[in-house]
């Protein structure tokens, strides 16, 4: 999966490659989906939601730049697959879902692979979580109609962003940099998610 579907289509952080490379995506997919886990695909974990295809988990993860020094916010949990790599690069992450079964699946499979640096949170990905910002770099891994205002004021300067934002059918993934309060928008490809649900949509 490394070499084939993450360096040949031109991943290049070392320590981004190294978290792929650590952790473990057959723990996070369905027994029955446990043969496929390392093709380049995403797969479906329940709930209508899906685990994201290994590439755009890379090529997001690439895009925020992350350290030891970063605090992360994510939204959409999901099968805790892109959890567990921003876990791995950076110093904590915060991650919000709205699906309650799903963040518990999530919790007890990152708790059993022993992270220690993730806060859960049940919420409505539209409103981030405040209490925890600001962050360095906030991750959105479900389809936004338009870029969440709530996320872009939980960034610290300098912080990023990278959001799909499109309708059902098309989509672009964008690179979002904060400069005050000024930020700079950067399109970087096209991209496939479902969608971010607006609030009301929290299933305990």
Same mark, same amino acid.
């Given at each position: 999966? =490394?070499?084939?579907?993450?360096?040949?289509?031109?991943?290049?952080?070392?320590?981004?490659?190294?978290?792929?490379? #650590?952790?473990? #995506?057959? #723990?996070?997919?369905?027994?029955?989906?446990?043969?496929?886990?390392?093709?380049?695909?995403? *797969?479906?974990? @329940?709930?209508?939601?899906?685990?994201?295809?290994?590439?755009? =988990?890379?090529?997001?993860?690439?895009?925020?730049?992350?350290?030891?020094?970063? &605090?992360?916010?994510?939204? +959409?949990?999901?099968? @805790?697959?892109? &959890?567990?790599?921003?876990?791995?690069?950076?110093?904590?992450?915060?991650?919000?879902? #709205?699906?309650?079964?799903?963040?518990?699946?999530?919790? *007890? =499979?990152?708790?059993?692979?022993?992270?220690?640096?993730? $806060?859960?949170?049940? +919420?409505?990905? /539209?409103? +981030? /979580?405040?209490?925890?910002?600001?962050?360095?770099?906030?991750?959105?891994?479900?389809?936004?109609? $338009?870029?969440? $205002?709530?996320?872009? @004021?939980?960034?610290?300067?300098?912080?990023?962003?990278?959001?799909?934002?499109?309708?059902?059918?098309?989509?672009?993934?964008?690179?979002?940099?904060?400069?005050?309060?000024?930020?700079?928008?950067?399109?970087?490809? +096209?991209?496939?998610?479902?969608?971010? =649900?607006?609030?009301?949509?929290?299933?305990?």
């Amino acid at each position: 999966m =490394v070499n084939q579907q993450l360096i040949a289509r031109g991943i290049e952080k070392q320590d981004v490659i190294d978290a792929f490379l #650590r952790v473990r #995506r057959e #723990r996070f997919v369905t027994k029955e989906n446990q043969k496929f886990a390392y093709e380049d695909t995403p *797969l479906p974990i @329940g709930e209508n939601q899906t685990i994201s295809q290994p590439y755009m =988990v890379a090529l997001m993860t690439e895009l925020l730049d992350l350290d030891q020094t970063k &605090t992360v916010l994510e939204i +959409g949990t999901g099968s @805790g697959y892109q &959890t567990a790599i921003l876990a791995t690069l950076a110093k904590t992450v915060h991650t919000v879902e #709205r699906i309650g079964f799903l963040l518990q699946k999530a919790k *007890l =499979v990152l708790d059993g692979e022993g992270f220690q640096n993730i $806060e859960f949170h049940l +919420g409505d990905g /539209w409103l +981030g /979580w405040k209490d925890k910002a600001p962050y360095d770099a906030i991750i959105v891994t479900a389809a936004a109609d $338009e870029i969440p $205002e709530d996320l872009l @004021g939980q960034l610290k300067d300098d912080g990023k962003l990278v959001v799909p934002i499109g309708g059902k059918y098309v989509q672009t993934l964008w690179l979002i940099k904060r400069f005050q309060s000024d930020f700079q928008e950067q399109a970087i490809c +096209g991209c496939r998610f479902v969608p971010l =649900v607006k609030s009301g949509g929290i299933k305990k």
